[in-house]
């Protein structure tokens, strides 16, 4: 939905303009619909987060995450953690008689639905009741082994040897009741003991809970003393260290309450509802030692009705969260600056002429340098340099001349030159040059009274052509021109608006993008509907807010903070992506990184910086000025740092022909030496497996598809410029990987000319198999979301032209996986502050919507978690669907929400829901 609300925000004292509303977020309606909400892990009816569902209202503790902590995941109290670590079906067995069954309550199912809800309100996501017997109304897990009217000793003889076949992880065992007909209790105990051994014996890694009995009207003296047998049982020192626990239902009941008065033994519904509190506080006890099951005979499928991983996705169904990653991977540091002079540069030098004072005056502040003129258009955006720029405010005609000199490489500057903005700018009163629209030239803001802006974009050119788009930004109460900063604050190539607070801290509303080429519209920083939110707080009481800067001073396309003292010493904060809700950075303290010029003041306005050199980093320089000129002091940025985060490696793909993605980390070059063997034992991997890979960086042109369909993942490098891939083939061998160079692959290429953007998921090229032949087809995607495509096939590639129209997505936040293991991969949009991600299901290859494919939008299947950007899809779970990891890209410590059919155990439909069983003990 867009919509124009300039006139509501001019009624508040701000406007911004071409602004796109969206859903609501905390406090408003679901984004799911009224009342209706779709975390994948929602624990009952606890407090709903928009962007963190499943923590009553919180965020995960674990995201409070820094490089300095490397402590163990918190979730949750110690045993909800130990619950939410399995990685295996709980298949319980219900073991006993009439009270098993179900016998005298209202549907039949007794104590057991009540508590196998209770086991996945709680985190046991596969639950899965076992037995010969079915019993139970609107209950489709209704496997249980209670026989009606049958005594320890039968249960043990004629129940036990066939229903140990079905392989129970564990057994609950309530049987005795019929024992007592003849009010006699002495053989309890010791026929118990057999039935406990041989439990045992069948299964020996089984977990075993044995029942004290129910209150009984005509028998309650062998009730208690057969109960006071089983206690002194299960406290035998011959199964000490054994799997066994007890159930005291005995003393958590009354016969007037809880016992049916139709026939003085069986519980009401009342009494069951106890039972099922019972049962589960001794599950909670002893449930560390649970086992995985073994394999049963004949085989059980502990997953949904109709296989095991072809069930439709739906949300709120998952299993996790479950660690998966304890942390690895490799980072550059903090920043840290080192610069070399480089002097003078005479041929950016200003000559004062005979212009009046107030000109001469003004020069620092009509100073810039940004990158309005391209030298080489094949340059990549890390290696462009700024050029020199002067606006020059003529007082007797009062207008502006600009004038430009390129930046020819090697601190040398090409002859002065004018140039046109194609804007009235000319009482400004200040400027500034920023990419706009994220085509790589810097632009040009008109920064007016009240601090409402302009813009004119740069369409190239040689001297430049800029275009007015008129004005973007309206006026905000109590800020004035010199209070705006224009900085990329979110790293995505646009420039951001911003203002800078009396105490230092900074509101920024986020320049997104439209549909179409240059089409804009404002965001907040915190969430998606707000505009101008805190996104800078960490450096207090500055003197004068006027030093506040923003600046890519690492080279990383992020503007950093940057605060200049009168001297001109500099103190900086790097922007690095960050976590938790919204999109506000992580800023990193680097100190002080400019030592200024010593014993002067007065040279705040006279620092300027600027990509002089072409390392990518911004230059420090410092205009002096001397009798008949100014001069350009640059001092060359050799600083190194903080661009790097220990995350960004992380690629993930079937290496070994498993059927489950490893783990693979590549560096920045093009080169890795680590590869993750995915063992299936979170958070453990293999490491037994070697990988000797040497490609031709950078990593976000780099691809792990399976292009030959032999099941193992290969490596293609894509050539930015045109297109093409060149394959490495993936040549496994003796647990180890190596790779053979194909060479190209796709062609010559020229048929996606996308390359890729700034940001590390800001690519023009995806592999994925789009057709569910296993093989990685070439899919091309425009800025706004279009994708074109190419199928592999063994003859070549198959031009089909259009695969999906654009929804208007910024493509950094789409991915491609298969949702519901159909072969095919699935496009999924990530909602870029909140990690929601809605599923487009691919029907395959036939026409529809003008595309070449058929899509189907199943909305929202994922939810929210954490921002987008820390949200990837990994069939880890090597079911073949895409499975959602979420990991913190500072320490690279992941979670897993794992995609399973089983996740509803026993085919019951949505039980996620609190039972409300009664508090025990």
């Known amino acids: 939905m867009r919509q124009n609300i300039g006139a509501l925000l001019t009624a508040a004292g701000t406007l911004f303009l071409s602004v796109r509303t969206v859903a609501a977020g905390p406090g408003g309606e679901s984004p799911y619909g009224a009342g209706r909400f779709a975390p994948d892990v929602q624990i009952g009816s606890r407090a709903w987060n928009a962007s963190y569902p499943d923590f009553e209202g919180n965020a995960p503790p674990y995201l409070n995450d820094d490089d300095n902590n490397a402590g163990t995941m918190n979730l ?68 249980h082994e209670g026989h009606g009217g049958w005594t320890i000793n039968r249960v043990r003889t004629d129940a036990w040897p066939t229903a140990q076949k079905l392989k129970p992880n564990l057994v609950l065992v309530n049987v005795g009741t019929n024992d007592c007909d003849d009010n006699d209790a002495s053989a309890s105990g010791p026929d118990m003991e057999k039935l406990i051994d041989d439990i045992f014996l069948g299964v020996p890694d089984v977990t075993l809970i044995v029942s004290t009995l129910a209150r009984s009207r005509d028998h309650g003296a062998c009730a208690a003393a057969a109960s006071q ?53 001794a599950i909670t006890k002893i449930e560390s030692k649970i086992q995985p099951a073994g394999a049963a005979n004949p085989p059980i499928d502990d997953g949904a009705t109709g296989g095991p991983n072809t069930c439709t996705k739906e949300a709120g169904d998952a299993r996790g969260p479950v660690q998966s990653q304890a942390g690895s991977g490799h980072d550059d540091g903090i920043y840290v600056h080192s610069s070399v002079s480089r002097g003078a540069l005479t041929s950016a030098r200003i000559q004062k002429n005979n212009d009046p004072a107030s000109v001469i005056d003004g020069i620092p502040s009509h100073m810039f340098f940004a990158n309005i003129v391209v030298k080489n258009p094949n340059f990549e955006r890390k290696d462009a340099m700024d050029d020199w720029i002067r606006v020059f405010h003529n007082p007797a005609t009062n207008k502006n001349t600009y004038l430009y000199r390129q930046n020819n490489g090697g601190g040398n500057f090409g002859p002065e030159t004018t140039f046109n903005v194609d804007l009235n700018c000319d009482t400004g009163p200040t400027y500034a040059f920023a990419d706009f629209n994220d085509d790589g030239l810097d632009d040009f803001f008109c920064i007016r009274g009240g601090s409402a802006v302009s813009v004119a974009l740069n369409r190239g050119g040689n001297p430049p052509t800029f275009q007015s788009i008129g004005q973007v930004v309206g006026t905000h109460a109590g800020f004035d021109a010199p209070d705006v900063r224009i900085a990329d604050i979110d790293g995505d190539g646009r420039a951001d608006y911003c203002l800078t607070q009396p105490n230092g801290d900074v509101t920024c509303s986020r320049n997104a993008r439209g549909a179409q080429p240059d089409e804009y519209f404002w965001q907040g920083f915190s969430t998606a509907n707000g505009v101008g939110g805190l996104v800078f707080d960490k450096k207090q009481g500055i003197p004068d807010k006027s030093g506040i800067v923003f600046g890519d001073i690492n080279g990383d396309f992020r503007s950093d903070y940057m605060y200049i003292s009168d001297s001109g010493s500099v103190e900086t904060f790097i922007n690095n992506r960050g976590w938790n809700a919204g999109i506000v950075p992580n800023w990193r303290d680097a100190g002080q990184t400019h030592g200024g010029q010593a014993g002067t003041s007065g040279l705040r306005n006279k620092i300027k910086f600027g990509r002089i050199y072409g390392s990518g980093r911004l230059d420090y320089i410092y205009l002096k000025e001397e009798a008949t000129y100014v001069d350009v002091l640059v001092w060359e940025n050799t600083g190194g740092g903080g661009t790097k985060l220990k995350a960004d490696g992380n690629f993930y793909c079937d290496m070994r022909g498993t059927g489950a ?54 490596v293609l490098v894509q050539n930015k410029a045109t297109g093409a891939l060149t394959l490495y083939e993936n040549q496994f061998s003796n647990n180890a990987l190596t790779f053979t160079n194909r060479g190209v692959v796709s062609g010559s290429g020229g048929w996606c000319t996308e390359g890729w953007g700034v940001g590390i998921f800001d690519r023009g090229m995806r592999l994925a198999d789009i057709d569910g032949d296993k093989r990685a087809d070439v899919l091309c995607l425009e800025k706004n979301g279009r994708v074109t495509g190419r199928l592999n096939k063994a003859g070549g590639l198959e031009n089909v032209g259009q695969v999906k129209f654009s929804e208007g997505f910024d493509r950094a936040n789409i991915r491609f996986a298969d949702v519901e293991a159909s072969g095919r991969a699935d496009l999924i949009h990530l909602d870029k502050y909140t990690g929601a991600a809605t599923v487009f299901k691919n029907n395959g290859h036939v026409a529809a919507g003008g595309s070449s494919f058929s899509w189907a939008n199943r909305g929202v299947l994922y939810s929210p978690i954490d921002r987008g950007e820390t949200m990837h899809f990994t069939n880890q779970g090597g079911l073949g669907r895409a499975d959602l990891l979420h990991v913190l890209p500072v320490t690279n410590r992941a979670w897993t929400y794992f995609n399973e059919c089983g996740g509803n155990g026993g085919d019951d439909t949505n039980p996620i829901t609190d039972p409300g069983l009664p508090p025990f003990p």
């Open 661 to 714: 993605d490893d783990y693979v980390w590549i560096y920045e070059d093009g080169h890795a030496a680590e590869i993750n063997a995915n063992i299936h034992s979170p958070p453990a991997w293999g490491h037994s497996t070697s990988i000797s890979l040497n490609v031709p960086g950078p990593r976000v042109g780099i691809h792990l598809a399976d292009w030959t369909g032999n099941g193992r993942c290969d």
């Open 229 to 281: 047998a089983y206690r002194d049982v299960v406290a035998k020192s011959k199964y000490a260290g054994k799997r066994l626990g007890l159930a005291d239902f005995y003393n958590a009941h009354t016969l007037a309450e809880h016992i049916s008065t139709a026939d003085g033994k069986h519980p009401n519904d009342a009494g069951y509802r106890i039972f099922a509190a019972v049962w589960y506080d």
């Open 76 to 143: 949750f109290t110690r045993d909800a953690l130990e619950r939410r670590a399995r990685n295996f079906p709980l298949r319980l067995m219900p073991l006993g008689a009439s009270i098993t069954q179900g016998a005298q309550s209202s549907d039949d199912t007794g104590y057991r639905k009540l508590l196998r809800t209770q086991l996945r309100w709680k985190g046991w996501n596969v639950v899965n009741m076992v037995g010969s017997l079915q019993t139970g109304n609107n209950f489709k897990d209704n496997d």
